[in-house]
Each structure stands twice: as C-alpha cells, then as structure tokens.
C-alpha cells in the first residue's frame, strides 16, 4: 500500500541561492496573478472560465514576452497554474472562497516543484547536510531526520523572519498488518484506564498523572507569585 508523508527541514541557502529562490517565488506569484486576471476577463465576456490545459499551453508565449520567466525552475511556474486550476475547482464545488491575486507582502512567501528522475531516490538527492533541489542545486539543510521513500515534490518558504523551509512530499510502500477477523470492546474508565473486552486491563498511571497535576499547580503557584512579589524568589 502507498502511503504519502511530509518531511520538513530547515535550509541554509547562500547568497546566490536566495536570489534565485526569490526570483521563483516572484515568478510564480506572476504568472498565478497574470492567468487569474485572464480567467476573470474571460469569465465577464464569455460567462465561462479557463482551464488548466488552456493557460498551460500558453506559458511558453509568456516566456517569450517576459525573458525573465526562463531563469527560473520551469515546474514552479507550471504548478503555479495547477494551484490556481485547482482552486477554481474547489470555489466552484463551494469548498473555497474564490481565489485571491497573491501579493508580494504576505509574510510567507513560497513555491513549490517538483523532483523528477534519480533526484527522487534520497540516497541521490539527499548526502549528509545537504539537499538536491531543482535549479538551486546542493542546499545546505538541517537533516534532522532520515528520509524514506521516494520524494515526489519540494515546497520552498521563506518566512516573515527571513528564515527558509522546504517540506518533502514522499510515497511511501507501506506494509498492511495482517486480518485477524477478530474484533475487542473497549471500556475506558477511572479506575483502570481501559478494560478489553477478552478481559485485558490496562491500569491508569496514577502516578504519572499525580506528577502532571503537581508540576501544572506549582506552575500557576509561580505566575500568581510573580505577578504580587516581580523581585521575590519564586518555587522550583
């Protein structure tokens, strides 16, 4: 069975690096604005929208008039109209509210593309701190985590700190746990804290629980404290 999860992972681009991840954003940003302000016009005169296939077919005309668009990672731009498409969709089976022009002043600023061929086996596109993305190359990240699986798509943000992301959509082979065909009731009470019905007790921690309680009043205790007596020494 697949199974898709996300991975998330702070990156340490330089110089370089940021120009171009804030050139792609900006170009995606543009071509999302241009294509939703033609869907509009086209609605008004025709009383019928665009379609992702439509706009699709019409970014390499974009990239002619606008140079700039071609130095940025070409999946970006093309999963910018995906986005708008499916938002589209999603507003018109009243999921939604209708989608927005995005603005160059929103404090998080992102893209995202997607990872193709090799790039999506970790063991290449993954090597020790560091991170293989379209266009940006060997990234340095924080490998807080193993990757497993194979990477399908990378979202770069930028936060309003100034500080970058990436989050990794990976698949998944997912091993299903065998059918026993059996089926158990579950009771959940005070004493124990829950009882099977093949007669299992699971018993309440009574102590862990104790210790909870004990370390959230003291807690209280000291902001009450702090708040009568800010210069006085406050429990521990």
């Given at each position: 069975?697949l199974k898709?999860?996300?991975?998330?992972?702070?990156i340490?681009?330089?110089?370089?690096?940021?120009i171009?991840?804030?050139?792609?954003?900006?170009?995606?940003?543009?071509?999302?604005?241009?294509?939703l302000?033609?869907?509009?016009?086209?609605?008004k005169?025709?009383g019928?929208?665009?379609?992702?296939?439509?706009?699709s077919?019409?970014?390499?005309?974009?990239?002619?008039?606008?140079?700039?668009?071609?130095?940025v990672?070409?999946?970006?731009?093309?999963?910018?109209?995906?986005?708008?498409?499916?938002?589209?969709?999603?507003?018109?089976?009243?999921?939604?509210?209708?989608?927005?022009?995005?603005?160059?002043?929103?404090?998080?600023?992102?893209?995202?593309?997607?990872?193709?061929?090799?790039?999506?086996?970790?063991?290449?596109?993954?090597?020790?701190?560091?991170?293989?993305?379209?266009?940006?190359?060997?990234?340095?990240f924080?490998?807080?985590?193993?990757?497993?699986?194979?990477?399908?798509n990378?979202?770069?943000r930028?936060?309003?700190?100034?500080?970058?992301?990436?989050s990794?959509?990976?698949?998944?082979?997912?091993?299903?746990l065998?059918?026993?065909?059996?089926?158990?009731?579950?009771?959940?009470?005070?004493?124990?804290?829950?009882?099977?019905?093949?007669g299992?007790?699971?018993?309440?921690?009574?102590?862990?629980?104790?210790?909870?309680?004990?370390?959230?009043?003291?807690?209280r205790?000291?902001?009450?404290?702090?708040?009568?007596?800010?210069?006085?020494?406050?429990?521990?």
């Open positions: 069975m898709h999860k996300a991975y998330k992972f702070r340490y681009p330089i110089k370089e690096q940021e171009l991840i804030a050139k792609t954003i900006g170009c995606s940003r543009f071509v999302f604005n241009h294509f302000a033609k869907w509009d016009e086209t609605y005169t025709t019928k929208g665009l379609s992702y296939g439509s706009c077919k019409e970014i390499p005309l974009l990239k002619q008039e606008f140079d700039w668009l071609k130095e990672d070409s999946t970006s731009v093309q999963i910018s109209v995906k986005h708008l498409a499916d938002a589209f969709d999603r507003f018109f089976k009243k999921q939604n509210e209708r989608p927005r022009f995005k603005s160059k002043r929103h404090p998080v600023q992102s893209y995202k593309t997607n990872i193709q061929g090799k790039n999506q086996l970790p063991e290449v596109s993954i090597g020790c701190n560091q991170l293989k993305l379209p266009k940006l190359k060997w990234v340095r924080a490998h807080s985590k193993q990757v497993t699986g194979r990477i399908l990378a979202t770069i930028r936060n309003a700190s100034g500080k970058y992301f990436v990794l959509l990976v698949e998944q082979e997912i091993n299903e065998p059918k026993t065909g059996s089926s158990v009731g579950v009771d959940v009470g005070l004493k124990n804290f829950a009882i099977l019905s093949d299992t007790v699971y018993k309440n921690d009574r102590d862990v629980n104790a210790g909870l309680n004990l370390k959230q009043e003291a807690e205790i000291n902001r009450t404290f702090k708040k009568r007596f800010p210069e006085k020494t406050v429990l521990q």
